[in-house]
Nanobody, 120 residues
Framework: VQLQASGGGLVQAGDSLRLSCAASGRTFSNYLMAWFRQAPGKERDVVAAITSGGTSTYADSVKGRFTISRDNAKNTVYLQISSLKPEDTGVYYC???????????????WGKGTLVTVSS
């Protein structure tokens, strides 16, 4: 699976943004898809994930503001972000796991990140 993330940019606090991750290669629909965020100087942490069946899960810090979704027909996963905060700044990576495991050290495939910068 090859993953390509896009949609990042420089935004102001309170704005909304939608990130996309296009997948190619193996059967996308069989994979759990996740978005990770790496803030400057910090570790890469999961912010949202969605199973092949469409069940989503979120980090506590983003619940209510982030929405993950997938379109299997388009081989694409999305991350809708609303009410952006400066602390949301970071590089956002999409990743895939065939066995529904959500762990930064266990993901099978990674895309190159897309940078989101939120100004106050």
């Amino acid at each position: 699976v090859q993953l390509q993330a896009s949609g990042g940019g420089l935004v102001q606090a309170g704005d909304s943004l939608r990130l996309s991750c296009a997948a190619s290669g193996r059967t996308f629909s069989n994979y759990l898809m996740a978005w990770f965020r790496q803030a400057p100087g910090k570790e890469r942490d999961v912010v949202a994930a969605i199973t092949s069946g469409g069940t989503s899960t979120y980090a506590d810090s983003v619940k209510g503001r982030f929405t993950i979704s997938r379109d299997n027909a388009k081989n694409t996963v999305y991350l809708q972000i609303s009410s952006l905060k400066p602390e949301d700044t970071g590089v956002y990576y999409c990743a895939a796991n065939r066995w529904a495991v959500i762990d930064v050290n266990a993901m099978d495939y990674w895309g190159k990140g897309t940078l989101v910068t939120v100004s106050s």
